[in-house]
């Protein structure tokens, strides 16, 4: 048996106690944990609680049919509007749309707070798909005493609509009713910044980041939203403000270098005032260098790699002496395509440590395909393998010294040890193939190469751009 707004009707007459609401909608197919753990209230009818915890218990597993029917059972026995509520959820649920409304009149009759009833009533229009009448209840409801969840949940759904004032009506709703709430503040700054109010929604901004327990979020979309309007100067002030109050905030410092940097091409050099900028941004990161790497991730979205290299220069020189921080400020030069920064970075850890195998690795990879210092560059990666003996990708550096030094017969035998080690590998299948064409061993290269693309993915870009050029001009087809 379903409630419909036929059966509701005797119902309201046969019951009025007023009492308390502990869920309103609740969440699907489950009860809220503070339902589960409140105290029920008294009732009339003692077998009211053993059909509502089995109303409760068949909702939770989504057994619908039969928790509709225990509800309604439980409703018709005890006169809480809480139970009424519940019995509304189980009828959303289950698509009773009608039935669902008129629980909820049925709830707010029974003494249920009207924001609660309210509430109830527009959850059930807009599961009903009908989101302009699930608005209109909100926005006439007395939301006096309503809960935070209240207003997330009216401010969610405005959203979802074309109309750019719902989001600003709701969130000004909880504004008024929550003004200690940064996250209100905000919600009011970004629906006022989407219908093209951004005075207003600098205004609701500033609410939020300067309340006692403000938000970081706010500070900085409010700059980004003075740089697009052009307050440069604003954005300035604003950006100061953010890192005084969030000093371990890294947007706040992004924020700065984007806005002296702002009237920068591509290619340009690095400013002072950007580079001071970056100098700030560097003390406040280099405590780790998973801090580095995570802004410079972030400088790399501005498009400008001089930044991201200039930053990872300046973070490095801020701690000479942490060989962990320089690796990471090497690498990050390195993902950007400033070789030199990178090479410069790794022969400091070289001086720091003369047995970080890595950076000789590095330094002595990167002169060879350069085609720079190679003897040098055998020295080190030797000294690397002397530290890391059983490393393929050591011996395939060393390999590839040796090959661009001419010694083409001891490189294959480096190289083909490294793909004993390593397995199928694109790169080093690649420097396979590279190694037997040197030495006219043209189809055992051009196989090399095959199966170097036949192993290649999205990592081994260079592989896939230059491997099948080698095969055609070696006279190979790509395909078998």
């Known amino acids: 048996m379903t409630i419909s707004r036929r059966t509701a009707a005797p119902l309201i007459c046969a019951t009025g106690i007023a009492l308390f609401i502990v869920a309103c909608g609740g969440t699907q197919r489950r009860p809220s944990d503070e339902l589960l753990s409140a105290p029920l209230e008294p009732v009339v009818h003692p077998q009211a609680i053993s059909a509502y915890l089995q109303g409760e218990t068949l909702l939770r597993r989504g057994h619908l049919t039969g928790a509709v029917a225990a509800l309604q059972e439980a409703a018709e026995l005890d006169d809480s509007p809480w139970i009424a509520q519940r019995l509304s959820e189980a009828l959303r649920q ?96 970004l629906s006022n910044s989407a219908a093209g109010n951004f005075d207003q929604a600098l205004l609701a901004y500033e609410q939020a980041y300067t309340l006692p327990d403000g938000d970081a979020s706010s500070a900085e979309e409010a700059v980004m939203l003075q740089q697009t309007l052009s307050r440069h100067a604003a954005a300035l002030a604003t950006a100061d403000e953010c890192i005084a109050r969030y000093p371990e905030r890294i947007g706040c410092y992004l924020r700065r270098v984007t806005i002296f940097d702002r009237n920068a091409e591509r290619d340009d050099p690095v400013s002072e005032d950007t580079d001071r900028a970056l ?55 390195s993902r950007i395509g400033d070789e030199d920064r990178a090479i410069e970075l790794m022969l400091r850890l070289i001086e720091l440590d003369t047995t970080h195998a890595t950076a000789m690795n590095f330094v002595g990879y990167a002169w060879a395909e350069r085609g720079e210092n190679l003897r040098e560059a055998q020295a080190l990666i030797e000294r ?68 170097a693309l036949a192993v290649a993915d999205a990592r081994d870009e260079d592989v896939l751009q230059t491997v099948p050029a080698k095969i055609e001009a070696a006279g190979g087809i790509l395909s078998n």
């Open 279 to 333: 100098r700030d941004l560097a003390r406040m990161t280099t405590a780790h260098p998973a801090h580095l790497r995570n802004a410079a991730q972030a400088l790399q979205q501005v498009g400008r790699s001089a930044l991201v290299s200039r930053y990872a220069v300046n973070a490095a020189a801020l701690r000479p002496f942490d060989a962990s921080l320089i690796e990471a400020a090497a690498w990050v030069c």
């Open 384 to 451: 690397a393998l002397a530290e890391e003996p059983g490393s393929a990708g050591i011996m395939d550096s060393l390999a590839w010294v040796l090959h661009r030094r001419g010694r083409h017969r001891q490189a294959l035998e480096l190289q083909e040890q490294a793909i004993a080690i390593a397995g199928e590998d694109a790169v080093l299948l690649d420097h396979l193939g590279d190694i037997l064409s040197a030495l006219g061993r043209r189809a055992q290269a051009v196989d090399a190469w095959r199966r």
């Open 94 to 189: 289950s698509e009773d749309f009608e039935g669902a409304i008129a629980a909820c009149e049925l709830a707010a009759a029974r003494g249920a707070a009207e924001w609660e009833a309210g509430w109830c009533t527009a959850r059930a229009h807009a599961a009903a798909e009908n989101t302009e009448s699930a608005l209109r209840v909100m926005q006439t409801t007395d939301t006096s005493g309503a809960s935070r969840e209240f207003f997330t949940w009216w401010y969610e759904t405005a959203t979802r609509t074309d109309d750019p004032g719902a989001p600003i009506t709701a969130a000004q709703a909880a504004v008024d009713a929550y003004p200690e709430s940064p996250v209100a503040w905000r919600r009011l700054a």
